[in-house]
């Protein structure tokens, strides 16, 4: 137990120093990647694995682990390069997104890394084919690190709803809201998209940014026309975490720094799983943390912080 603490108080230290820890891995050749060590469970050989009837084709088989049934896919496959060949020498990362076990086959892993999220940049506009996977990029040790798009490959490969359901009551959303709007922060086209559809069908003014830096930057902008708060033209934030430039932590910590940002309700919304975003998400002052993809959930707590005002 003392070590699981001893864990959890380490890593919280990192919540408002827009800070995070990297795997780095590699698919192909010398391009190296990186993964949120939050997000990953285990690092472990390639076992063997079980082909099954209709898979998806990025998905390389399941795994069986520890009494659990993993699906393994291809991170080389899914972003549009070769197969990897030879498995058994290969790695699956074991991680945690949008409430479910994947396994991610990679060619190798190499170490963890501590960064800044400042150090973390969106990657550059207009560029296509493999890039388009790419959420984030940086440089370590004068080399190009790439950060995939994790949540794209897997909506690719298994949909997620976006329809809030009829029995859910949003009926107070609109009049909470009144005239003012949400601002939604994500570095996910994907991850923006699904927010942006489970809230339009309730008729909600909403405004997207691709990071924590513009959403503090808006809120900013705006607050400086408002006569009290921010509040009087932005009911909500939904953010997520993993964000670069500034972490959804570090954007929350900042909002409660500012007088005339600090009356704003902060729902983070974010695929990051695990026993430490409870005490990380108390540090900073976030009012509710929701795994994603859960529209009913989402709109549920979307009343709830508009309807406490």
Known sequence: ??????????????????????????????????????????????????????????????????????????????????PIENTKDCFIIIAEYNRSVQGFLVQSVERIININWGSIMPPPKGTGGKQSYLTAITEIDKELVEIIDVEKILEEISPSPTSISSNVVTSTISEDLGDRLILIADDSAVARNQVKRALEGLGVQMHLVNNGREALTYLQETAAGCQNSVTDKVGLLISDIEMPEMDGYTLTAEIRLDPKLKPLHVILHTSLSGVFNQQMVQKVGADDFIAKFNPDELAESVRKWLHTD
């Open 1 to 82: 137990m003392a070590g699981i603490l001893d864990s959890v108080n380490q890593r919280t230290q990192l919540v408002g120093q827009n800070r995070l820890e990297l795997l780095l891995f590699r698919l192909h050749g010398r391009q190296r990647f990186g993964i949120n060590v939050f997000k990953v469970r285990e690092v472990l050989q390639c076992p063997p694995l079980t082909a099954i009837p209709k898979r998806n084709k990025y998905v390389r088989g399941i795994a069986h682990i520890r009494g659990q049934t993993i699906s393994v896919i291809d991170l080389s496959l899914a972003t549009g390069g070769r």
